[in-house]
């Protein structure tokens, strides 16, 4: 059995240790020693990473009954000295310990039970076992952050199971033998086999960062100590990018984005009806010039999407009788071919002809087809023999 420097020292970061076992783990090596201070995930907290003898431990886990030193290299020597990543050590005990004070800072203000703790790689998550208002929300973050600044002791004990039961502790019903308390003074007392600081100023701060109604509960997520400021750094970071864009103080950013907003809404309007005016000015235009009867109009442009091939397109054949071969050039080649009603030609034909030379393909039925092809050169000569074999005879 490992002994676990940690729960008696979580602040531990180098230690000496023998191996006592060699194991597989998923494909890699992974010892058993003897001692560690190498936290083993669970209970929602990750595991620590560091090294032993200078071979990476890249997971800790517990695993038949053993706790597995999942090791990035092989690993000869079974003397071991062992060093924990101390920046993470740290960020786990501010993440853990900042939950345990929130958890119980909704107890107090929502009457709200923590069903669980997930303490993630960037943010990390309780479940709340009923939804809480936002009021209760910023009460608890802020009564959490009293109890850190006002520097309680934190003490770890053990007793035993009618030991704890007997302090109102709730103790969970897989929990065997002996009891581990983690107990911020004067505020919380629960069962816990994390790694906590000793004193609740060492979580800095806790920050709710957001929340999700969750299974008829509530998943809270926030951050603590390091993370809170680095989240802070990055949101003041994109304030600050926002501010330059937008030319406003913080104070002013979001009427500047709303006023912002507004003028690209009458902008798009405006650009909206501009553009339906400049087709229709086209398709008069195009009309007023065509010469046979009915009018055969050829039209091929640079760049426009199809869609507005099709808006000329219909709007032509409403000004009369007439066809309409329109073309555009581009990336591809897009072909629309319409007719009013009455003048007669076999369209779906007409446009299985073009796309054999533009090397494409299209569809459509009656008196307007369309299709895109790869040959853009050769758009403007085929639209114009087209026309030709259409119109009468001279
Ligand atoms: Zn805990």
């Not at 581990?180 to 816990?192: H, K, S, T, Y």
Request: charged share 25%.
């Amino acid at each position: 059995m490992t002994v676990r420097l940690y729960r008696t020292d979580p602040y531990l970061l180098e230690f000496e240790a023998t191996v006592t076992a060699r194991r597989q783990y998923e494909g890699q090596q992974a010892v058993v020693l003897d001692r560690t201070a190498f936290y083993a995930e669970s209970g929602g907290q990750p595991w620590d990473t560091g090294s032993l003898s200078g071979v990476p431990v890249v997971a800790v886990i517990e695993h038949g009954g053993e706790v597995l030193h999942v090791l990035g290299a092989p690993l000869a020597v079974e003397r071991v000295s062992g060093v924990v990543d101390a920046g993470r050590r740290q960020d786990h005990r501010q993440q853990h310990h900042g939950q345990h004070l929130l958890s119980r800072a909704f107890v107090d203000v929502a009457n709200a039970a923590t069903v669980s703790f997930h303490l993630g790689a960037e943010v990390s998550t309780i479940d709340l076992d009923r939804e809480v208002t936002g009021e209760q929300m910023a009460a608890a973050e802020t009564r959490a952050n009293e109890v850190i600044w006002s520097a309680r002791p934190v003490r770890v004990k053990t007793m035993s199971r009618d030991e704890a039961v007997g302090l109102g502790i709730s103790v969970p019903s897989e929990a065997k033998g002996e009891i581990r308390i983690v107990e911020a003074e004067g505020f919380d007392v629960q069962p816990c086999g994390g790694t906590h600081p000793r004193n609740t100023a060492e979580v800095g701060v806790v920050l709710v960062a957001g929340s999700e109604k969750y299974k008829g509960g509530t998943r809270v997520r926030f951050l603590c100590g390091h993370r809170a400021v680095a989240a802070f750094r990055a949101g003041r970071a994109a304030l600050d990018r926002l501010g330059l864009l937008f030319s406003a103080p913080l104070s002013g950013l979001s009427e500047a984005a709303a006023r912002t907003v507004a003028q690209l809404d009458e902008l798009v309007r405006r650009n909206r009806d501009l553009h339906e005016r400049a087709l229709d000015g086209e398709a008069r235009r195009l009309f007023a010039t065509a010469s046979s009867s009915p009018p055969v109009i050829v039209g091929v442009y640079d760049g426009w999407p199809p869609a507005d091939l099709r808006t000329l397109a219909l709007r032509l054949v409403a000004l009369g009788p007439c066809v309409a071969l329109l073309g555009s050039r581009g990336d591809k080649a897009y072909v629309t071919l319409a007719q009013a009603d009455g003048v007669g030609h076999d369209l779906p034909a007409l446009l299985q002809e073009a796309l054999r030379e533009l090397g494409g393909k299209g569809g459509g039925r009656g008196n307007l087809v369309q299709g895109a092809g790869e040959r853009a050169e050769a758009l403007a000569p085929l639209l114009e023999r087209l026309a030709a074999s259409l119109r009468p005879p001279a």
